[in-house]
């Protein structure tokens, strides 16, 4: 009898472990996206620590943390936001599908951003006024994603 | 017979009178604003505080963009799809020809100049918290903004919910202009409460709403899903905003949250007014939202 149950319980945890990789479309791709995101975050968190006066300014970390940053932005990651892979196809996604949508403007919020990091490259270095003045547009570059194509979250 | 036909006519009589003076509209004395001398250039900061432009103007613009409020953005509810109108200084497209009440009646009472009720999308539930000085003082600002021709959009709101009528029932419901968040506050927690409860209309999004659409004042602020459409909007009490007070001026000014994710959705519009308010006021409504009683 214990053993029946036993086949019983692991039978239904076998389906449902079926049922949550069916029911979880895209599940690598949306992993490996927010991963990018969280590593863009770590970096910009090094620099904005300084920028907020909460870490003291540091020419070679904040060099390195803007260089990480460009490199994050810059890798193809095109194949991890294939069309469909949006928060109606699996909620743990926060993407709308509008940024599939023609005319969404995706590319040119990009290279807004692909631009902002280039810009913090440049200046990371250079001081902490440099560094405080690149911050701003790298958030307007973030934000300017976030508000067109991502659900309430925060 | 005749008594019991005269008893029931009676009652109707009694019920479309109770109906009526549930339901009309309700605008302020004709000399509320008696005495009150307009400040456009406070109207300013009343105009960041009460986000006009995340609403009214394009959710794309930016700089003096930002300042056209031909309207136009859609906003999905349960009850049909509401677009916002017009506000800019055109006085046939927009509201260039109101009065300083026909503006103090649309925010604090929902009433419109021809005596229509507006639908609660507009926040008036909370606008109605607003002193009458800062609406005179918005008046005389958004006075000074450009007009735009482009025609407001008929709202798409299906039967019943068209019946502007039965807004009165949802104003005698939920209309309530006393403070969510009461006791002991200090005055930079008092200021914080004006702006979030108030001008910034933060319970609009953020406290839950019942099925008729009136807000939980019983969990306020205590997110939930977005009502018709996709997302949460966050529990911003304490019980799960463990944010330090700087941490939620910084948000309020860059849209960074602690961990250097960036507003998104409608809140990156807000982070926009937010920006513009002195920095007092973002730590004042940081103070205010340490006193909101935490909520699951």
Known sequence: MKTFFAGLTIASLAVAGVATAQDAPFAREIKARQGIMVYRAMQLGVLGGMAKGEVEYNAEAAQKAADNLVTAVSIDASMLWPKGSDNSANPASTALAAMWEDGSGIGDKAKALNDAAAAMQAAAGTGLDGLKTAMGPVGEACGACHKAFRVPTN | ?296
Not at chain 2, 99 to 109: G, I
Not at chain 2, 284 to 296: G, M, R, S
Request: aromatic share 10%.
């Open chain 2, 1 to 296: 017979m005749r008594k019991l036909l005269t008893f029931l006519l009676l009652l109707a009589v009694i019920g479309l009178g109770v109906f009526w003076i549930v339901t009309r509209p309700k605008p302020l004395a004709p000399d509320a604003l008696a005495g009150l001398v307009p400040d456009p250039v406070h109207g300013e900061q009343v105009f960041w505080a009460g986000g006009c432009a995340a609403c009214h103007a394009d959710a794309e613009a930016k700089g003096d963009a930002k300042l056209i409020l031909a309207g136009g953005q859609r906003f999905v509810s349960p009850f049909g799809t509401f677009i916002a109108p017009n506000i800019s200084n055109d006085p046939v497209a927009g509201i260039g020809d109101w009065s300083d009440l026909d503006l103090a009646n649309a925010m604090v009472r929902g009433v419109s100049p021809e005596g229509a009720h507006y639908y609660p999308v507009f926040p008036y539930a909370s606008y109605a918290r607003a002193t009458l000085q800062d609406v005179v003082d918005l008046r005389a600002y958004l006075a000074t903004l450009p007009a735009d021709p482009t025609p407001s959009a008929p709202q798409e709101v299906g039967f019943p919910f068209n019946i502007r009528l039965s807004l009165g029932a949802w104003k005698f419901l939920y209309l309530d202009d006393r403070w969510v968040v009461t006791g002991d506050l200090s005055p930079a927690e008092e200021r914080g409460r004006y702006l979030a409860e108030a001008l910034g209309h933060c319970g609009e999004c953020h406290t839950p709403r019942d099925a008729l659409g009136g807000m939980e004042r019983g969990r306020w602020l205590a997110g939930g899903p977005v009502p018709a459409g996709k997302g949460n909007f966050p529990n911003i009490t304490p019980a799960k905003l463990d944010w330090s007070e700087a941490d939620i001026v910084e948000y309020l000014t860059s849209g960074f949250t602690p961990d250097f994710d960036s507003a998104g959705g409608h809140m990156a519009l807000v982070v926009e007014n937010t920006t513009h308010l002195p920095a007092e006021d973002r730590a004042a409504i940081a103070a205010y939202l340490k006193k909101v009683p935490p909520a699951e």
